[in-house]
């Protein structure tokens, strides 16, 4: 459980959607990038700018962001964090603790 996640320039994901965020420099990454593009599968979320990130989707769209996959890493950290502090308040009323 992820929620949503900020590609880069106010595009967002749904985190529980995707499958893998990889570097586009391999050989592989390029073909299947050409592949989603050929089926209609390709999101182009760079806003012109370089590709730094292919994420994989669950329905096997490919969705290209310019910022590191690092990055969008972190941020999925920092939304299941969220979450899961969200759940702890419901599951545990802070009146519940005192």
Known sequence: MYGIINIGFGNIIV??????IVNPESAPMK???EQAKSVDKLIDATYGRKTR????TDS????LSAIQ?????????????????????IRVPEDAIK
């Open 15 to 20: 985190g529980d959607r995707v499958i893998a």
């Open 31 to 33: 073909r299947l990038k």
């Open 53 to 56: 990130a292919i994420v994989i």
């Open 60 to 63: 096997s769209h490919v969705i």
């Open 69 to 89: 996959p690092e990055t969008i890493a972190i941020r999925f950290k920092q939304s299941f964090e969220e979450l899961e502090k969200v759940l702890h308040n």
